[in-house]
């Protein structure tokens, strides 16, 4: 039928999607080729987070013309969501697709082929319900596997465009969920990893269910031996959460919860639901029942109208929790969100002295936590090889370590107790016990 290729920006959801419409494609007899060889279809997966990624999916565009002038060009995603008209008139676009209607993008390719026209499906989103079942029966992935059980957001940050992009909180069908969890596991992964846009909310739309339910279903399916869950609200934790999960013996002791800004000041504009007390609170409630914990995070500088005194109040509060990692963004301003048309934004040199400054505090607390487990045995679910070292395999740990240990091809898939005897930049290096 053709060769299809794909360039894919942003999250994890992103990713699990166009894994999925990649399929959707190959049922239909396509081959899949890299995304810079010649194609007959481009499919340009995008991201609409900052306006980089609109950039950086313009630049596709206009390369994927140059490298086949007679290939069709289909952009789906977020950018194309919030900016339908706008994606619609890049030169070179044929198909426009937004956040939902994905399952119909090869017959869209395909009569844009035939009819020679050009297609935009893209809808208001505001009052959509309906999840989008975008099943992958052959993960490409090496030994996790994620799978999408939530779509959209209701929370309105003032600086997210995402509630916009992917519209109100939907949630997966929990049988779907556990059928595809399932064959996952009947094709040995082992790691499960939940995500979706907001996580946390799942089953608000459902009546009783929420995402505890997902966990302890999940662990029931023999075969999968860790849970991992993408980023969450911090506000989601309690004692009953804490209990329930780790009754199930398979939550990873890893949080990605999410923080944005160390200033109480800073979120009350941002319209985050919490507060650094409660933050701290919960953190604590976390640690009393996983001491080894990985607390990982997002922040946010440059928000406007983040003094010095905000800022450093940021980088008080992140050395005070002692995060395992932390992903630094510069704030972007997204047009249609009300951040955009805050007064006081901040120059874009202070943007990137403070991410310097915050990056770099950032590593030196992944080196104090990584120091913390030299000497120690962790259970390590070995992934690939190493591409720095022939001979090694590399993996993560239950708290989101990474560690590599001398062994062969065949521990690939495998979980096994590593004995951890030295630290090499971000990475832990161990060597594998008897088992």
């Known amino acids: 039928m053709g060769k299809v290729a794909f360039y894919t920006l942003g999250c994890k959801v992103n990713q699990y999607e166009t894994e999925a419409?990649?399929?959707?494609?190959?049922?239909?007899?396509?081959?899949?080729?890299?995304?810079?060889?010649?194609?007959?279809?481009?499919?340009?997966?995008?991201?609409?987070?900052?306006n980089l990624g609109d950039r950086k999916s313009r630049q596709f565009i206009r390369r994927a013309k140059r490298s086949?002038?007679?290939?069709?060009?289909a952009v789906v995603g977020c950018y194309s969501q919030v900016a339908p008209d706008e994606v619609g008139k890049i030169e070179g676009v044929d198909v426009v697709i937004g956040t939902t209607h994905r399952d119909k993008?090869?017959?869209?390719?395909?009569?844009?082929?035939?009819?020679?026209?050009?297609?935009?499906?893209?809808k208001d989103i505001k009052g959509y319900k309906d999840f989008e079942n975008l099943d992958i029966i052959n993960v490409k992935s090496?030994?996790?596997?994620?799978?999408?059980?939530?779509?959209?957001?209701?929370?309105?940050c003032s600086y997210c465009i995402i509630p916009y992009a992917r519209g109100p909180i939907r949630s997966r069908n929990l049988k779907d969920i556990i059928e595809e969890t399932k064959r996952l596991s009947e094709a040995g992964?082992?790691?499960?990893?939940?995500?979706?846009?907001?996580?946390?909310?799942?089953?608000?739309?459902l009546g009783p269910l929420t995402l505890l339910d997902v966990i302890e279903e999940v662990a029931k399916v023999d075969g999968i031996e860790r849970i991992r869950l993408s980023s969450i609200e911090p506000t989601l934790i309690d004692s009953l959460f804490m209990e329930r999960a780790l009754n199930t013996n398979k939550l990873c002791d890893h949080f990605?919860?999410?923080?944005?800004?160390?200033?109480?000041?800073v979120l009350k504009r941002m319209n985050r639901k919490y507060t650094t007390q409660q933050y701290r609170e919960i953190v604590k409630l976390i640690r009393g029942y996983m001491p080894n914990v990985g607390i990982t995070t997002d922040i946010i500088v440059g928000f406007p109208g983040e003094t010095d005194m905000e800022f450093q109040q940021t980088c008080d509060f992140v050395e005070e929790i002692g995060f395992s990692r932390i992903h630094v963004f510069k704030y972007s301003p997204r047009k249609g969100t009300p951040a955009s048309r805050f007064k006081n934004q901040i120059h874009g040199d202070i943007k990137n002295y403070r991410s310097d400054k915050l990056i770099a505090l950032g590593n030196k607390l992944m080196k104090d936590f990584n120091k913390k487990f030299l000497g120690n045995s962790l259970e390590v679910l070995f992934e690939e090889n190493s591409k720095d070292d022939m001979g090694f395999m590399e993996g993560y740990t239950t708290n989101y370590i990474r560690v590599?240990?001398?062994?062969?091809?065949?521990?690939?898939?495998?979980?096994?107790?590593?004995?951890?005897?030295d630290i090499e930049g971000d990475i832990l290096i161990g060597k594998i016990e008897e088992f």
């Open 189 to 205: 992964f082992k790691e499960i990893i939940l995500t979706g846009i907001h996580v946390a909310s799942y089953g608000k739309d």
């Open 404 to 421: 590599k240990a001398k062994g062969e091809d065949s521990i690939r898939g495998k979980i096994l107790p590593v004995k951890i005897i």
């Open 21 to 50: 419409m990649e399929e959707l494609f190959e049922k239909k007899g396509y081959q899949i080729v890299e995304s810079d060889e010649v194609a007959d279809i481009y499919v340009i997966n995008t991201c609409t987070v900052t």
């Open 68 to 73: 086949n002038k007679n290939s069709i060009i």
């Open 105 to 122: 993008i090869v017959d869209l390719c395909e009569k844009a082929i035939t009819n020679n026209e050009k297609i935009n499906i893209v």
């Open 256 to 265: 990605h919860l999410s923080l944005q800004s160390g200033s109480d000041t």
């Open 142 to 156: 090496k030994t996790r596997a994620y799978i999408k059980i939530q779509e959209g957001c209701n929370q309105f």
